[in-house]
């Protein structure tokens, strides 16, 4: 029987496991003045961790208002002037209150601060002792105010400079242009002025022991600023960074829109990066050498890349015109910056390096939003229903914003859809933006509606669930194809759909249909004077937010493999994955030896682990002997982890693992499918590898997830030891995750509680993730703790999600449990009746 969703269930407004009883509606705040601009003087503190601040604020205030608010957190405020004049203020921790007379006025606050966010030091101590020492800031979504009393909103906009004293010899850099450096004796003065109206998130700096190395691009001065000692490493991560400044010119049609930019690489970054205006700070785990650029071959290796910066690069960058130039109003419409800032990445990847890496990008980050959507939640993208900004940070805003917006490409066209783009940067140039915004631009452009496209996919939670399958009738020479879409209550009831379907005949010809879907089910009959060899869904990927199932069998997959179209091979390796027939993997070995995209034969070699058959492992092994490219090694050697007891596939494990010329990351796979092998003698091999030295010590991370594949008390003793402080942040975050496997043995549940309270945000996130694997009861109560507490937002969320996926699993235990004896009751019942009727017969 069918199962119908009608739109009197409007669960899609809401979406499903978000949304918390003690949520409430969030709508941008008022602060009820103007801030014109901002100068601040702030010196930093090294040996105290912290600082000492003097900002001016040039106010402009309404008639009928006595008073301005800044959030200020946790400082100490030393006095607060009007037109130089002492004023009554009043303070609670959190809230500055100002008394002022309405008109233009220059306030002046004295304060000082140790900040528990928004601005970070990070110095050599007796556990880290060769850290090159720096200060730096981290502003999203509402930290600043941490370290600087401000209207700390994004619908707050005004021009900037920083004064920054630091001790010598430290460099500082910050938002615009350096007006000036002063010589103070053992200080610096670095003075940094941005004439252009930015978010109060956007100020930033950062400080300390840096190199500069510096480019000009048409005229825009480039900068970046890594570590003293990383000079030599900054070309691999930032060498294709004009290209991606001329390309988003170009295809905006808005020219870059700021007087400089710039890069600031620091140590321990909470992000991949931050796109502060003009200066965007990223984690300086993105600096590499050649060898983690191009193993085994020179620098540039176009085509043959492992580790890249572009992506992490080209987003950031994109930020400058999606979130800097034009502003979300508020956090409900953060896709509006995030969401272009990745779709952009994916754009600069089909400029730079071809459609099929374009394709490819989309598709893992349709992969990355459909794992969130079913392991976590289902949203709208725009909602106002959350606690914390931070919870709006999430795979819907970034890879199903993308994935919206390239949907929204295609039905539009490339051309309409970027005079669009450029209506809308300038229309709202320098300003604050939501979500309508943008829907006008696009209808102003292209004289079509578009209310129905962002009902469906912006303002609903869920996406298109579509199936199909096809016969042919040879006498009368048609295709019956049946489409329906099959989305649940947490989805939007019928979607409104462009389709295509490549059809291909045994002749070589090749066929589009196109056609509207706008019920639960149709059919169509598609006149053919031969039976297809294929049928593919959407195979230019036109439409990006989907989940798609078809009862494809392995003759037609196969055939399906020699499309020129990337998604349809995609398709049809996914359905030999599941036939996993001799014949399925013939298929997969001719994906894997022969196609032409590093991506079909990386997703070949994937799908034959999981196959898992010895026809599978031989493909595999003679494929490693071949294959060159390291991102399609690594998705073998993680195959061949698929092969448990299998020695020989070890000792190749062991091999690769041990092969200094061979790729740290796949070196790094090798680790972790050697212990997936689940041969303990291999385990000492492990042990050796965890100081190897690699790129971001990655083969230290990898050969932890090996040994807590094994599982052995050796390895979980050495699981333990690199949770210690002194360890590089990435391994600890490796090895207190991988504990949650364990929390049976008392020290593995106690150290993951002392990892939960841990000092660094990323380890203490990664101790929620342990909690997480293990559903322990035991962790509700720190869990709830963390989720009421936690300085960090999203440790917040992710700790009350964990609380209530444990709650439940307990729910159902108990529920069980009562079943269980209800079934005992009824057991015992029945045995008393079936006595009772055997005393009855044995008297009668």
Known sequence: MPYYVSFDRAGYLIGRNFVYPDYRLQFPKYYGYTLRHLRVQIRIKVNEKAIEGLSEYNIDIPPGKNFIELDAAEMRIVSVKVDGQDTKFEYDGKILRIYINSGSHVVQVSYEAKPRKGLYFILPDERYRDRVPMVWTQGESEDNHYWLPMPDYPNVKFTSELLIIVPKPWTAVSNGVLVETKDLGNETVWHWKLDKPHSAYLIAFAAGEFEAIKEDCDGVPIENYVPRGFRDKAQYSFHRLCDMIRFY????????????????????????????????????????????????????????????????????????????????????????????????????????????????????????????????????????????????????????????????????????????????????????????????????????????????????????????????????????????????????????????????????????????????????????????????????????????????????????????????????????????????????????????????????????????????????????????????????????????????????????????????????????????????????????ALDYPSHNYVITQGALQGLSELGTDDAIDALIKYTELGKPTPVRMVATQSLGKFVGIRRVYDRIRELLRDQYYRVRYAAVAATESSLDSRFLDILDDLANRDLDGRIRRYARDVARKIREQMQRGAEYAKLREEIERIKEEQRRIMDRLDRMEAKG
Not at 344 to 354: D, N, S, T
Not at 553 to 561: K, N, T
């Open 249 to 688: 010119s170009e295809y905006t049609g808005i020219k870059y829109p700021w007087p400089n930019y710039k890069h600031a690489a620091v140590s321990e970054f909470i992000y991949g990066g931050m796109e502060n205006t003009t200066i965007t700070i990223v984690t300086d785990t993105t600096l590499h050498d050649e060898h983690a650029h191009c193993p085994g071959s020179r620098f540039p290796c176009p085509g043959m890349e492992d580790f890249t910066s572009d992506g992490l690069v080209a987003h950031e960058l994109a930020h400058q015109w999606f979130g800097d130039y034009v502003t979300t109003k508020d956090w409900a419409n953060i896709w509006l910056n995030e969401a272009f800032a990745t779709y952009f990445e994916a754009l600069y990847m089909e400029h730079a390096k071809g459609r099929d890496e374009f394709l490819y990008e989309l598709y893992q980050n349709l992969r990355a939003y459909l794992n969130e959507y079913g392991n976590r939640y289902a949203r709208p993208i725009v909602t106002r229903l959350y606690r914390d900004p931070e919870e709006m940070f999430d795979r819907h805003t970034y890879e199903k914003g993308s994935l919206v917006l390239h949907t929204l490409r295609n039905l539009l066209s490339d051309e309409v859809f970027r005079k669009g783009i450029n209506l809308y940067l300038a229309w709202r140039a320098h300003g604050n933006a939501d979500t309508e915004d943008l829907r006008k631009a696009l209808e102003e452009v292209s004289g079509q509606p578009l209310d129905w496209f962002f009902t469906q996919f912006v303002y609903s939670s869920g996406h298109p669930v579509i199936k199909y399958s096809w016969s042919y009738d040879p006498g009368n020479k048609i295709i019956k194809l049946s489409v329906s879409q099959t989305q649940g209550d947490d989805s939007y009831p019928i979607y409104r759909l462009s389709l295509e379907f490549e059809i291909k005949y045994p002749s070589g010809k090749v066929d589009i249909l196109r056609f509207e879907l706008s019920e639960r089910e149709t059919t169509i009959y598609v006149p053919a004077s031969d039976r297809p060899q294929y049928i593919c869904l959407d195979p230019q990927f036109k439409l990006g937010v989907k989940s798609v199932s078809s009862d494809k069998g392995f003759e037609e997959a196969i055939a399906e493999l020699g499309s020129d179209n990337l998604m349809c091979r995609l398709e049809a390796i996914d359905a030999l994955t599941r036939d996993g027939s001799a014949r399925a993997v013939e298929g997969l070995s001719k994906a894997l030896m022969g196609d032409s995209f590093w991506g079909v034969r990386a997703e070949a070699a994937r799908a034959l682990g999981k196959v898992g058959t010895e026809d599978a492992l031989k493909v595999l092994l003679n494929a490693l002997s071949s294959e060159r490219h390291p991102r399609v090694r690594q998705a073998i050697v993680d195959a061949l982890g698929n092969f448990k007891g299998n020695e020989n596939v070890a000792k190749v494990l062991v091999s690769v693992l041990e092969n200094t010329t061979e790729s740290y990351y796949v070196r790094s796979k090798a680790a972790q499918s050697l212990g997936r092998i689940s041969i303990t003698d291999y385990g000492k091999h492990l042990i050796k």
